[in-house]
């Protein structure tokens, strides 16, 4: 991201002075308790000089000790005062802090910032210290300077003749720098974002890159970032010579002409103790406040405006989909979006124990599900999952997808939940963008999420008001978790994740997605878990629901046999028909339909498949072991995830 300070300098200017402005009582405090410090440095050089002219030179010892006094007592004055500054600072710094922080977060959230991360634990803080340091610098320079001109005027005039042109001169030579410097700086910080934009996207692509064969393509992309970063970093430092040179002209040249010309001086009426009174301004005053000032304003203060235009810059965000990204390594995924995954904590839903919120004309006379033309990548340089792929699902519909592993099935469901953006093309829920209808779908993935609580929490939380165990028992029946809610003790019992078999974890999900008042459910392998019995029943719970369109992740032919469509995915390429029809269209179909299943017939099967694996029938990979007879079943819930069946 470029921001163009020529032009964004004013708005950061004008939302700077209404911060200030909207804290006035905490300026003038601050102001208040810096005449303190400006009274110290006033009364330490004085006091010197008199100390030296009117007692020890004088022969009056206790005259000098008196006015050391007052210097020591105006120091303990400017250290009380210096605490109170503190508080004040604070008092500016803090919220300055927390509004740059709820506007990063609320970007990220709505644009997935993958810089949000430097911008949150990096920018801000640069932020937060630079200002609270600038503060400090510049009020106590101010404040200083103002004590120590008063103090070298108040002991002879001619005095400021030799100290204030090279301080003019320092301070206009590093004023000049500035610009220079600013520019610099944000060209470090815009190389530092890039290098954290490009790790966090090869950390989170590693596999991809890994398979595709880029691991030497990446580091040497890694590697340019860390070398712009490096020579960003060394032509800051060169120009930051030059506020050396202004801190010597503008701090340590008044001393040297101070002492040069003091034989001049001492011929005008200066005394030994006005030229010590004057060095002491210098070298304890105007000096070090000199040096913090160029170095808060030099270093801290310009990376404070940059980073001030980085973090409020309207519109900040990194390219969106479809637009032109840096070509670096494999992004594996441009945006995510909340919602439901698998029943992650969240209440959606518009009501229990009612039907799914009633479809608008448009959606009665249309889809309920739409991509048009998507194609989606794992990143700019992976091979598309989809390309130009369209799917339509009519409201009420149930259409099952099948294909082979890692073809991209569970890749589609989250696009049609929302929860991935297609590079190009769009994804319709409902007739209306999938990003503004999460509270029309509902999606459980193969890994059903179950949280430690009651099993009434877990079955309800998508309601958005508490339903009677009425619906509850009735969605838990439909689905066939029923005899599971008993045997736990009922809605109220106390569930243990670690205590529950896959297979119960996914019950308890479906149950909870069938008491959802949604109208699309998405069953990505939701069933896999399950027995062939117990699947039937949960999808045919799902498929009976009025006004619900499912969409099924099938691992099993039964449940391709049930859907009144079949999506078969190869490549980048997709078949839909019904199952007689991809038989004789789809070579894929017929393969994976010859390894789910076996002779028919023997257990009486509604879809004429065999509900029982058996060892050496086809699709069979080493991994189905008999029990037993063959067509013997064990009971949902009886086979917890430590113990397989028969020990096998």
């Given at each position: 991201m470029t921001v163009d300070a020529t032009t964004d300098t004013p708005r950061l200017r004008a939302e700077g002075l209404r911060f200030l402005s909207r804290r006035r009582p905490v300026l003038f405090a601050l102001a208040g308790w810096s005449l303190l410090e400006a009274a110290q440095t006033f009364l330490f050089g004085y006091a010197l000089a008199r100390a030296l002219d009117h007692g020890f030179l004088a022969g009056r010892?206790?005259?000098?000790?008196?006015?050391?006094?007052?210097?020591?007592?105006?120091?303990?004055?400017?250290?009380?005062?210096?605490?109170?500054?503190?508080?004040?600072?604070?008092?500016?710094?803090?919220?300055?802090?927390?509004?740059?922080?709820?506007?990063?977060?609320?970007?990220?959230?709505?644009?997935?910032?993958?810089?949000?991360?430097?911008?949150?634990?990096?920018?801000?803080?640069?932020?937060?210290?630079?200002?609270?340091?600038?503060?400090?610098?510049?009020?106590?320079?101010?404040?200083?300077?103002?004590?120590?001109?008063?103090?070298?005027?108040?002991?002879?005039?001619?005095?400021?003749?030799?100290?204030?042109?090279?301080?003019?001169?320092?301070?206009?030579?590093?004023?000049?720098?500035?610009?220079?410097?600013?520019?610099?700086?944000?060209?470090?910080?815009?190389?530092?974002?890039?290098?954290?934009?490009?790790?966090?996207?090869?950390?989170?692509?590693?596999?991809?890159?890994?398979?595709?064969?880029?691991?030497?393509?990446?580091?040497?992309?890694?590697?340019?970032?860390?070398?712009?970063?490096?020579?960003?970093?060394?032509?800051?430092?060169?120009?930051?010579?030059?506020?050396?040179?202004?801190?010597?002209?503008?701090?340590?040249?008044?001393?040297?002409?101070?002492?040069?010309?003091?034989?001049?001086?001492?011929?005008?009426?200066?005394?030994?103790?006005?030229?010590?009174?004057?060095?002491?301004?210098?070298?304890?005053?105007?000096?070090?406040?000199?040096?913090?000032?160029?170095?808060?304003?030099?270093?801290?203060?310009?990376?404070?405006?940059?980073?001030?235009?980085?973090?409020?810059?309207?519109?900040?965000?990194?390219?969106?989909?479809?637009?032109?990204?840096?070509?670096?390594?494999?992004?594996?995924?441009?945006?995510?979006?909340?919602?439901?995954?698998?029943?992650?904590?969240?209440?959606?839903?518009?009501?229990?124990?009612?039907?799914?919120?009633?479809?608008?004309?448009?959606?009665?006379?249309?889809?309920?599900?739409?991509?048009?033309?998507?194609?989606?990548?794992?990143?700019?340089?992976?091979?598309?999952?989809?390309?130009?792929?369209?799917?339509?699902?009519?409201?009420?519909?149930?259409?099952?997808?099948?294909?082979?592993?890692?073809?991209?099935k569970s890749t589609l469901t989250a696009l049609v939940a929302g929860l991935l953006v297609p590079d190009r093309g769009e994804v319709l829920l409902c007739g209306e963008p999938v990003h503004g209808g999460a509270r029309r779908r509902v999606l459980v993935p193969q890994e059903a999420y179950v949280f430690s609580g009651s099993l009434r929490d877990n079955l309800t939380y998508l309601c958005p008001d508490p339903p009677p165990d009425a619906a509850v028992l009735a969605s838990a029946r439909a689905v066939g978790a029923y005899e599971l809610l008993l045997r736990l003790g009922g809605p109220d019992a106390t569930v243990v994740p670690s205590g529950l078999s896959a297979g119960e974890r996914q019950l308890i999900a479906l149950a909870r997605a069938h008491l959802a008042p949604v109208p699309v459910v998405l069953l990505d392998e939701a069933t896999c878990h399950l027995d062939p019995a117990a699947e039937a029943r949960a999808e045919r719970a799902f498929a009976e629901r009025p006004d619900t369109t499912l969409i099924v992740v099938a691992h099993r032919i039964s449940s391709a046999r049930r859907a009144d469509r079949v999506l078969v995915m190869d490549g980048t390429h997709a078949v839909c028909g019904t199952h007689d029809e991809l038989i004789r269209r789809s070579a894929l179909y017929c393969d994976l339909a010859g390894g789910w299943s076996e002779p028919a017939g023997a257990l009486g099967d509604a879809n004429g498949v065999h509900p029982v694996a058996g060892p050496g029938l086809a699709g069979d990979g080493g991994h189905v072991v008999a029990h037993s007879p063959v067509g013997q079943m064990q009971a949902v819930g009886d086979l917890r995830d430590a113990r397989p069946l028969g020990g096998e």
């Open positions: 010892p206790t005259t000098g000790l008196g006015w050391l006094a007052v210097a020591a007592v105006a120091v303990a004055a400017g250290a009380y005062g210096t605490g109170r500054v503190f508080r004040a600072v604070s008092a500016l710094v803090e919220p300055l802090r927390d509004g740059l922080v709820r506007r990063v977060v609320a970007g990220a959230l709505r644009d997935a910032d993958h810089a949000a991360v430097s911008r949150l634990t990096h920018q801000v803080e640069i932020a937060r210290d630079t200002f609270a340091g600038l503060v400090m610098v510049s009020r106590s320079f101010v404040f200083t300077a103002a004590g120590a001109l008063a103090g070298l005027a108040s002991l002879a005039p001619v005095l400021l003749l030799v100290v204030v042109p090279p301080l003019i001169l320092g301070l206009g030579l590093f004023l000049v720098t500035l610009r220079p410097l600013a520019r610099r700086q944000e060209t470090f910080l815009a190389a530092d974002e890039a290098v954290a934009q490009s790790l966090d996207a090869t950390a989170a692509g590693l596999r991809d890159i890994t398979a595709a064969g880029a691991q030497a393509r990446t580091a040497a992309e890694a590697d340019d970032r860390f070398t712009d970063e490096f020579r960003a970093a060394r032509t800051l430092a060169r120009w930051g010579v030059l506020r050396v040179l202004a801190v010597a002209v503008g701090g340590r040249l008044p001393v040297v002409l101070l002492l040069v010309t003091a034989p001049w001086l001492l011929s005008r009426g200066v005394t030994p103790g006005d030229l010590v009174g004057a060095l002491t301004y210098l070298m304890y005053a105007l000096l070090p406040a000199l040096q913090s000032l160029m170095q808060a304003l030099g270093t801290a203060g310009s990376r404070l405006a940059v980073v001030l235009r980085r973090l409020t810059a309207q519109g900040q965000s990194i390219p969106g989909p479809g637009s032109a990204l840096p070509a670096t390594a494999a992004q594996p995924v441009r945006r995510l979006r909340t919602g439901v995954w698998g029943g992650a904590p969240g209440r959606e839903g518009a009501g229990w124990g009612k039907k799914p919120p009633r479809p608008t004309t448009r959606e009665r006379a249309g889809a309920a599900v739409e991509l048009r033309q998507v194609t989606f990548a794992y990143g700019p340089h992976a091979e598309p999952v989809f390309q130009g792929l369209d799917v339509t699902v009519p409201a009420g519909g149930h259409l099952t997808v099948v294909g082979p592993s890692g073809i991209g």
